[in-house]
């Protein structure tokens, strides 16, 4: 043997004991990215590195990646195969290379001016767009393609699609591998023989003349598997795929079996649907082909695979549709897959409600007279102002004049506090409504009325409406209020006058109620003040008007001049309920609860739920409705997690829970849906007193915060807590706001 032979020899064993060893990649280095794509073969691509190993230079490969060419691919010219080969491989090394400079190696000469190309070749100009991020960062150079050896090789030698490649496709593992042997272009062709020795289908046909027609040939790869097992032995308990059995492997057909068969296992017989793979039996429908599955076990778990899986995403009933047909067939499949959708307890807690809301627009009593009924709304959530520091306001509207009142008050004051603020402001010169319309509910609206009829000391008794989506009226007094208020009070809800003195919100609510009170309003088309009393109410800017000459009715042309406002008023509000009717109605519809339904209640005001407010379930429950209150209102019997929320909520919060029978879909029991994580903190017992207040910014929000001392803690205990927080809240908020008048007044 020669030296040379013998060099050659001992590089060979070298080579074959010490493979190339991959190396880490350094991210404050370039990178260099060699591509090449073989026309109709495959793609490649290695990312190499120049690093400093034990002083000197050292050029290591990061990962080599590769795939063959799709069908379509395959057809591409030489410049759109290799463009194709540097998106993909960008795409697939972007944890590699988003951020970094790095040059890119071809032996495709028209790749070089890729960014600039001006074409008309719609793959190339949507490729463009994808690689325009990396056009500072990436550099295209030129390689003669004798010379490019390092990724001409992996172009034509593409790997298995298994995990260990870097370009491993599951979506293509999932798949059972069909290798098409011979295939007729012809449109219409059916299986002549089941051969099942072989696995095959009989790769030809004889008609009466003796010609051979070529017919499609499948065949499969062996299935070793327990679930295809399992389908196999569950044919032989099922009497339709027995009878299909047999027919399928007879040469002829049989009549008197098929006559045994039912709908739609005969009607898709009769339309060849039917075919065997390694004696399992598949459906095919167009251009797919499923696996005949008649086992609830089996069903449920091609329902659980395609649609519960975090790689499915519990994505809707026309999304899953697409992957059971191309995976499973069986009777009234697609009726079930709906079922089992809806009934899904993660979709309905999880997903948004979309569509109509529930609840129409409940007609409301009209009056005949001002102050007949009335609506009534707080607005909470106010800086402390005025001398009591009230943090509320109470908003009274008439329905009939539409006139307003405007009562400051405490954000915590109860049925009795709000029955002595009607009292002192409004019974004097309103009288007693007939009708008030609250959205709070029903048990503080009933002790509303017993304690002003105490004051009054009659027992006659008046009805309350309790409407949790009433038509606006006090909601859209509230948004002018503020309006008006902020244009004064823009920062820290205080103003100076021309004079220097500083007002705040509570001595600005006589003013607002006034310009209100004398603004045209857009229904009526009167002011307030007219309708109620039959004049405006003067104003500064009026006695610049006395010189006018003004003329006085008489007492008999004031009615009726006054009753025909009032005419004029009532059928103005008619028409505007009317036409806000059916606006309303175009977006909502009546919810068909009954008492003893399941519904899920929305998460937009539970403030117990754990984790990210983005990440929360949008709906909990499900919870027993215990009664309807009016339409739009039920009553529910909360869980014990939820036991201090309160049972009543509007049917817009509301919406239907669904559930199938248990034994159904049996996966559902081996994996049942998690429970409602709802956060509990432990109570430190009975609160002593507050001691403090401050104002912080939370979720974008300004909030006023107490820090509350317990009884029988340490000072370790104290707690900042929210006015909603505090345990007996009303109680300990008075004193604590008494206390800071009584260190003002001796200030």
């Not at 990312?47 to 490969?61: A, C, D, T």
């Not at 172009?155 to 098409?180: G, M, Q, T």
């Not at 205080?494 to 006034?514: C, F, I, M, N, S």
């Not at 205990?717 to 260190?743: C, M, V, Y």
């Amino acid at each position: 043997m020669t030296k040379e032979r013998s060099d050659a020899y001992e590089r060979i064993k070298h080579e074959l004991t010490n493979a190339p060893v991959l190396i880490l990649p350094d991210f404050e280095l370039p990178f260099k990215l060699y591509i090449d794509a073989a026309c109709s073969q495959g793609l490649e691509a290695a990312l190499h590195q120049r690093q400093i190993v034990n002083g000197e230079p050292s050029k290591g490969v990061i990962c080599y990646i590769s795939r063959k060419l799709k069908y379509s691919e395959a057809r591409y010219g030489s410049t759109q195969t290799e463009c194709l080969c540097l998106v993909w491989a960008l795409e697939k090394l972007h944890y590699y290379l988003e951020g970094a400079v790095f040059e890119v190696y071809t032996d495709c000469t028209a790749l070089k001016s890729l960014l600039n190309m001006k074409t008309t070749n719609r793959h190339i100009l949507r490729w463009q767009i994808a690689i325009q991020e990396d056009r500072g960062n990436m550099t295209i150079i030129y390689k003669e393609g004798k010379s490019h050896t390092n990724a001409d090789g992996l172009s034509r030698w593409p790997l298995d699609n298994v995990k260990s490649n870097p370009a491993y496709d599951p979506e293509v593992a999932a798949k059972i591998p069909i290798h098409f042997m011979e295939v007729d272009r012809r449109k219409n062709f059916r299986f002549s023989e089941w051969a099942p020795e072989s696995g095959t289908l009989d790769s030809g046909n004889t008609d009466s003349e003796g010609t051979e027609t070529p017919i499609l040939g499948i065949s499969s790869s062996e299935l070793h598997n327990e679930f295809f097992s399992a389908v196999l032995k569950s044919y032989a308990k099922h009497k339709q795929c027995g009878i299909l059995l047999q027919l399928l492997q007879q040469k002829y057909r049989s009549p008197e079996l098929e006559s045994q068969l039912e709908e739609p296992w005969l009607r898709a017989y009769k339309d060849n649907k039917f075919f065997l793979i390694d004696g399992l039996l598949y459906h095919r429908e167009k251009h797919t082909s499923a696996l005949t599955v008649v086992d609830r076990d089996h069903i449920s778990l091609i329902l659980q695979e395609c649609h519960d899986c975090p790689y499915m995403g519990h994505m809707s009933e026309d999304r899953t549709k697409e992957r059971v047909a191309s995976t499973a067939w069986w009777p009234k499949w697609e009726q079930e897959l709906g079922e089992y959708i809806n009934t899904c307890e993660r979709c309905q807690k999880a997903n948004r409600k979309h569509g109509k809301k529930y609840g129409l627009l409940q007609h409301i009593e009209e009056p005949k007279h001002p102050w007949e009924t009335i609506n009534m709304d707080w607005v909470t959530g106010l800086v402390p102002g005025g001398k009591e520091n009230y943090n509320a306001c109470l908003i009274i509207v008439d329905r009939f004049s539409k006139s307003m009142r405007c009562l400051p008050c405490h954000k915590e004051d109860t049925a009795m506090d709000t029955a002595l603020l009607f009292w002192n402001n409004i019974i004097s010169t309103c009288g007693v409504p007939k009708i008030i319309i609250s959205d709070r509910d029903p048990k503080f609206t009933s002790e509303f009325w017993t304690n002003l009829y105490d004051m009054l000391g009659t027992k006659l008794a008046f009805s309350t409406a309790y409407h949790p989506q009433t038509d606006g009226l006090a909601e859209r007094m509230i948004q002018t209020m503020e309006d008006i208020l902020r244009r004064f009070c823009a920062y820290g809800m205080e103003y100076k006058d021309h004079e220097g003195y500083t007002h705040d919100w509570v001595t600005l609510l006589p003013a607002v109620q006034l310009a209100y009170n004398t603004s045209q309003h857009s229904t009526t088309g009167k002011t307030p003040a007219v309708v109620e009393k039959g004049w405006n109410t003067f104003l500064p800017v009026d006695h610049l008007k006395k010189n006018l000459l003004t003329i006085h009715p008489t007492a008999k042309d004031f009615h009726d001049m006054w009753r025909r406002a009032c005419d004029t008023v009532a059928k103005c509000i008619a028409e505007a309920n009317e036409y806000n009717k059916q606006r309303w109605d175009k977006t909502h519809m009546e919810p068909d609860f009954k008492e003893g339904d399941q519904v899920l209640v929305s998460t937009l005001n539970f403030n117990n739920l754990k984790g990210p407010k983005k990440m929360r379930d949008s709906f909990v429950g499900p919870f027993t409705i215990i009664r309807l209150i009016g339409k739009n209102a039920v009553e529910v019997k909360l869980t014990e997690e939820f036991s201090k929320k309160h049972p009543f909520f509007p049917v817009s919060l509301a919406k239907p829970y669904f559930q199938t029978e248990e034994d159904k879909f049996p996966s559902r029991k081996k994996n049942p849906t998690p429970p409602d994580i709802v956060e509990v903190e432990d109570s430190p017992g009975p609160v002593s007193k507050i001691i403090r207040a401050r104002k912080i910014r939370l979720n974008g929000k300004d909030q006023r915060q107490y820090l509350v001392i317990f009884k029988h803690q340490t000072a370790d205990k104290d707690k900042w807590l929210a006015e909603d927080a505090i345990p007996d809240g009303n109680l300990h908020l008075r004193r604590f706001r008494a206390s800071r008048r009584t260190e003002q007044s001796h200030q």
